[in-house]
């Protein structure tokens, strides 16, 4: 492979301080003859029609894991949770298998410009240094050279991949003045608003309307399928964890067995929990949220139990004890929330009302007339105010994400008012109380770097859109 690059020697000064030692989260461990004698019968998930091992899935895990350390260094720790890495190590697989459909490949002078390219690598004058480099394999990204440099090799695999899907993509002239303005423009508005909350205490819901009212609309209140788990867990701490890692192995043996879970975590020394039932839009009780273990033990019988799983620095063992189908309840036993939601929809149907008979009487008015909004509003028991200006992307106090707003009011001209836009805090219709437009000369100064850095968007956009089409396409758990 990369021999070259790793057999020569310096004498050169590691100047480099080793960045903290990052522990991955959500890893699916393979624990020695584990893992390997479960490789053809058990696996993590289906790309493409093959089967993809616990094994795969763990090196593109730790592979997203050190494309991390080298994105965000010692920001990490803090990042990391946020970061879905187990989510980007499925999406990393995909990619791969979408690239090799493609024949995208990377060569071996390419992977070794790469790796020379990264700063941490070098000494203070800037060259390669070959012992930083192992140094920091070692300590840092805790691979060895040939796994590392192979995880290097499918990053410049995906990056081909992203630039031959994206390369075709440009932006306009008039797209690009259109996003600044975007960006950029000022405007302030009056509005009339509909808001449902303010017509839940005339609402009356007699029993037998909110009996209809379940009847017409009883799949909004099905539950979703739920579990009860059984679990071990071990943490560290600062003991050895090659040892904890040997005990959890010396664990699966037994459970191998086929001896009782609470028997064999007995003889361990081990508490057995059980979260209760909990449903898949539900954090698991005592470990918290995670997609991909909720994945794994819908795929598990009754009695059946899980590879090691590491999150958040604790070590578990799953048991699938019970598993409740989706159901729709009994009207008697979530009556009270069937009342809420009917009351719900109904102050919303009448704010809906209100405010479509509002414009009714406002296109009586128009054109010709001066349009007061608040003598209106009154007219229909609805409210009336207007915004301090705001730009795109920002937020309107007591409405919400200015976007819609921004977007109609764009297309109005002076004393013209909106259709009705529909928002979660209710409906509104919209006219201008000012607006600032853009300075043309900063636009001038600034649309070349703005269309580099609009262009870049849209590729991500697109190339983000390319990879929820290739989830669609494959079976993967």
């Excluded at 300590?139 to 290097?152: G, K």
């Excluded at 932006?171 to 449902?196: C, R, T, W």
């Excluded at 399928?225 to 071990?234: D, G, M």
């Excluded at 007591?398 to 001209?413: E, M, P, Y």
Aim: glycine letters at 4%.
């Amino acid at each position: 492979m990369l021999k070259k690059l790793r057999k020569k020697k310096t004498a050169k000064r590691i100047w480099i301080i080793l960045i903290l030692l990052i522990t991955p989260a959500f890893i699916f461990w393979g624990f020695g003859s584990f893992i390997r004698s479960k490789q053809e019968a058990s696996y993590a998930g289906i790309i493409f029609g093959r089967k993809v091992t616990f094994l795969e899935y763990k090196d593109a895990l730790d592979a997203v894991r050190n494309q991390a350390i080298i994105q965000f260094g010692d920001n990490l720790p803090e990042l990391e949770k946020n970061l879905n890495l187990e989510i980007q190590a499925w999406e990393r697989l995909l990619l791969l298998a979408e690239a090799k459909i493609r024949k995208v490949t990377a060569s071996d002078p390419e992977v070794i410009e790469l790796i020379r390219s990264y700063p941490f690598f070098k000494t203070k004058n800037g060259q390669f240094d070959h012992q930083i480099y192992s140094q920091c394999l070692e300590y840092v990204f805790q691979a060895q050279p040939r796994i590392f440099e192979e995880q290097m090799r499918q990053n410049l695999i995906i990056s081909k991949l992203y630039k031959a899907v994206t390369d075709s993509l440009n932006v306009s002239e008039e797209n690009v003045k259109e996003e600044y303005k975007k960006m950029n423009e000022q405007m302030a508005l009056y509005y009339i608003a509909g808001i449902p909350s303010d017509f839940v205490k005339d609402i009356i819901a007699p029993e037998e309307e909110v009996k209809d009212y379940f009847a017409k609309n009883s799949l909004q209140f099905k539950e979703p399928i739920s579990f009860n788990i059984e679990y071990i867990s071990l943490t560290p701490e600062e003991k050895d964890e090659e040892i904890i890692k040997d005990k959890i192995e010396r664990v699966i043996w037994r459970l191998n067995k086929k001896e009782g879970f609470t028997k064999v975590a007995k003889e361990f020394n081990l508490g057995v929990k059980e979260t209760g039932l909990f449903s898949q839009v539900d954090p698991i009780p005592g470990i918290g949220w995670s997609p991909q273990i909720l994945n794994l033990i819908s795929k598990l019988r009754i009695g059946e139990f899980s590879p090691p799983i590491h999150i958040d620095k604790n070590y578990y063992i799953l048991r699938l004890k019970e598993k409740k189908e989706s159901y729709i309840p009994d009207f008697q036993v979530i009556k009270e929330k069937i009342k809420e939601r009917f009351i719900k929809d109904k102050s919303r149907g009448i704010a809906k009302e209100k405010i479509e008979n509002c414009l009714k009487k406002l296109k009586e008015l128009y054109p010709g007339k001066s349009i007061d909004f608040d003598k209106v509003a009154k007219l229909y028991g609805l409210k009336s105010d207007s915004t301090q200006l705001f730009k795109y992307g920002s937020y309107i106090e007591g409405i919400g994400a200015s976007d819609n707003f921004f977007t109609v009011a764009q297309n109005l001209k002076e004393d013209e008012f909106s259709k009705i836009i529909d928002m979660p805090s209710g409906f509104y219709i919209i006219k201008l109380k000012a607006k600032i437009p853009i300075d043309e000369k900063e636009f001038k100064e600034e649309k070349d770097e703005f269309r580099k850095r609009l262009l870049m968007q849209k590729r991500v956009e697109y190339f983000s859109k390319f990879l929820e089409e290739l989830k669609r396409r494959v079976r993967i758990f």
